[in-house]
C-alpha cells in the first residue's frame, strides 16, 4: 500500500500562484508514475500534470501548460505541483494519484493510490 497526503491548497487571487505538496509513504518503490488531478464541482476529474521516472516522461494538460510544473523530491519522497498565473478556471480540489505504471498515464482508472484532496480557490 501506498499513502498519499497533500497539502498547500487554499484561497488565491486570480494571478496568483500555490504550491501543491503530496507526501508518499509505505511502498512507495511499487509506483512508477505519479500525477496530479483535479475536479470541479459537476465536472470529470481530469489529469492535470503527471510524470513517470522510469520513462523521463511527462504530461501536462493544455489547459495548465506553461503555469504548472510538476516535481518530485525523492529524498522527502514528495511531489509537489508548482501553480503560477491562477485563475477562477482552476478551482477545483486537486488530488494526488500514484500508479504502478512505467509510461504516463492520464487517465484515473490507471491510478492506484489516492490522496484525500485539497482545496483550491481562486477569485477573480
Known amino acids: 500500500q501506498v499513502q498519499l497526503v497533500e497539502s498547500g491548497g487554499g484561497l488565491v487571487q486570480a494571478g496568483g500562484s500555490l504550491r501543491l505538496s503530496c507526501a508518499a509513504s509505505?511502498?512507495?518503490?511499487?509506483?512508477?508514475?505519479m500525477g496530479w488531478f483535479r475536479q470541479a464541482p459537476g465536472q470529470e476529474r481530469e489529469c492535470v500534470a503527471a510524470f513517470s521516472w522510469i520513462a523521463g516522461s511527462t504530461y501536462y494538460a493544455d489547459s495548465v501548460k506553461g503555469r504548472f510544473t510538476i516535481s518530485r523530491d525523492n529524498a522527502k519522497n514528495t511531489l509537489y505541483l508548482q501553480m503560477n498565473s491562477l485563475n477562477p478556471e482552476d478551482t477545483a480540489v486537486y488530488y494526488c494519484?500514484?500508479?504502478?505504471?512505467?509510461?504516463?498515464?492520464?487517465?484515473?482508472?490507471?491510478?492506484?493510490?489516492w490522496g484525500q484532496g485539497t482545496q483550491v480557490t481562486v477569485s477573480s
Open positions: 494519484a500514484a500508479s504502478r505504471s512505467i509510461v504516463v498515464v492520464r487517465t484515473s482508472g490507471n491510478y492506484d493510490y
Open positions: 509505505g511502498r512507495t518503490f511499487s509506483v512508477y508514475t
